[in-house]
């Protein structure tokens, strides 16, 4: 199951969304002023003595930037998932803009174009040292218009696409009930309404018998700091959703108490990918024991932006704080840490493996099969002779997925039955599980279950 991703990694700070419009004669005082009076961080010159927007944005850090009014718009639409353009979420990188992730059915991705690639030019315009919001502005565009840019691929080699640019859209919140009564949510940005989302989506898998839930906030770029706090509320024993460092006041910040919770079992997986909003909610699950992480590190974005209405219609973006999980736990420049670290795309097969055994704590693990053949048959011995009376005593479990695996099961000899699945998928994994439903001869009862986890080659 693949995860998709919003356009931009920038939390985007509500609380602080509706400051008063600055009336000055011209932006540039309007934004000198605001730099004075809010910006959190280290100013690099004297900004009085720089004569415009442009050069003072300089000075700042890479997450404070200016908009016109029709980038603004642009920029909301993208955190929204309401974007037009050519399907792709990026990131920041030292070649240029490398992309993290692509949209089915947009243009990115039906030329080919693939997560890991960097765009080194939008028409004709160099990409490097560019901003995510400049290079989106450029990007993005009326629907019907062509963009032309040149790649980096992943193989080492260049190539320039003409792209035309449409309208899609990405579903801010998706879900599935995998295997076992397990309800799977995926946030893809964290939308004005993505809490209200999360909650339906988690109702619509309890009527249909969830019991466990995994929540995916991988390639997650985060968005409106209010839905972090509706969704950190949505867990149990979670009363502050980050602690709050302003340019001169710290304090903790209460999470949004929710009706329904998920259970105390839930699952959350991160990737290098999570960032900013999405590491808020890492973070304060990680501090008050709430959930479980799964995955690799977050990218380590732990500032607050504000943005600042200027008198002629564009917004002035800038950092006015840094957060950190409501007990401590450090995210700026340094990520989240999960509890349980995994391969690279395989955290949900991990996190929906631990799921399951949940249900069989008394089965006896059995040895890994790494790398099997994609039509692996399976011999299961037993002690003594054993009578093949309950086929369902085996089952393969596709793990991600909401599927069992066919197999036939048939007696290879007296104390050995194999298990013949159908061809197995390259590079999945599963779960063989063998439950305790089997005779002896002497109609003595299979004592303990068991389970082997399986790898198959790619």
């Given at each position: 199951?693949r ?11 509500l609380t602080?969304?509706l400051?008063p419009?600055y009336?000055w004669?011209?932006?540039i005082d309007?934004?000198?002023q605001?730099?004075?009076e ?11 003595e720089?004569?415009?927007?442009e050069?003072?944005v300089?000075?700042l850090?890479?997450?404070s930037?200016y908009f ?10 993208s955190?929204n998932?309401?974007?037009t353009g050519?399907g792709?979420?990026i990131?920041?990188h030292?070649?240029g803009?490398q ?6 059915s947009?243009p990115?991705k039906e030329a080919?174009?693939e997560?890991?690639?960097i765009i080194?030019?939008v028409?004709?315009?160099?990409t490097e ?24 691929k992943?193989?080492?080699?260049k190539?320039?696409?003409i ?6 859209q990405?579903?801010v ?7 076992g009564?397990?309800?799977y949510i995926?946030?893809n ?6 809490a ?10 309890a009527k ?16 409106y ?9 949505l867990f149990p024993?979670?009363p ?7 340019k001169n ?8 108490p929710?009706k329904?919770?998920?259970p105390?079992?839930?699952?959350v997986?991160?990737n ?11 973070a ?7 959930a ?6 977050t990218?380590g974005?732990?500032?607050?932006q504000?943005f ?11 950092t006015?704080?840094?957060f950190?999980?409501?007990?401590g736990?450090?995210?700026n420049?340094?990520g989240?840490?999960p509890?349980?670290?995994?391969k690279?795309?395989?955290?949900l ?8 055994l ?16 994609q ?5 299961v011995?037993f002690?003594?002779?054993?009578q ?10 596709a793990?991600g997925?909401?599927k ?5 099961v ?11 699945p159908?061809k197995l ?9 063998i439950h305790p439903t089997?005779?002896?001869?002497k ?5 303990q279950?068991?389970?082997v986890?399986?790898?198959v080659?790619q």
């Open positions: 199951m995860k998709v991703s919003g356009l931009t990694t920038f939390v985007f700070l602080l969304l400051a419009m009336t004669a011209a932006p309007e934004v000198r605001l730099v004075k809010y910006y959190k961080g280290e100013l690099q010159s004297n900004i009085t720089l004569d415009s927007i050069s003072i300089g000075q850090d890479p997450y930037t016109t009014k029709e980038e603004f718009e642009r920029y909301t639409d955190i998932n309401k974007p050519i792709i979420s990131e920041e030292e070649k803009i992309i993290v992730s692509t949209f089915d947009a990115a080919g174009i997560p890991g690639d080194l030019s028409d004709g315009n160099s040292r560019m901003s995510v919001q400049q290079a989106s502005s450029l990007i993005t565009g009326k629907a019907g218009t062509k963009v032309n840019i040149e790649v980096l992943i193989t080492g080699k190539q320039s696409y792209l035309t640019r449409k309208s899609f990405v579903p919140v998706s879900n599935e009930m995998l295997y009564n397990v309800g995926s946030i940005s964290f939308s004005e309404d993505g209200s989302l999360v909650i339906a989506a988690k109702e619509r898998l249909k018998g969830a019991t466990s839930y995994i929540l995916d906030l991988r390639n997650n770029g985060g968005g700091v209010n839905t972090a706090e509706e969704l950190i509320g024993n979670s502050h959703a980050y602690m709050l460092m302003l006041q710290v304090g903790l910040v209460k999470s949004i929710q329904d919770l998920f105390n079992n839930t699952k997986l991160i290098g990918y999570s960032a900013s909003a999405s590491e808020m909610t890492a304060a699950l990680l501090d008050h024991k709430s479980t992480l799964y995955g690799q590190r990218y974005k732990g500032s607050m504000s600042y209405p200027l008198s002629d219609g564009s917004y002035l973006k800038l006015v704080a840094e950190a999980g409501p007990k736990t450090v995210v420049k340094t989240v840490q509890q349980v670290v995994t690279e795309g395989m955290e097969e991990k996190a929906h493996l631990d799921t399951i949940e249900s069989y704590p008394s089965y006896k693990r059995l040895s890994k099969l790494e790398n099997v053949a039509t692996k048959q399976f011999t011995t002690s003594e002779a054993v093949l009376n309950k086929k369902e005593g085996i089952e393969l479990i793990l997925d909401t069992k695996i066919p197999l036939k048939e007696q290879k000899s007296t104390n050995q039955i194999k298990a013949i159908t998928e390259k590079g999945a994994a599963y779960l063989l599980l089997f005779q002896s001869s109609d003595i009862q299979m004592e279950g068991a389970y986890e399986v790898t080659q």
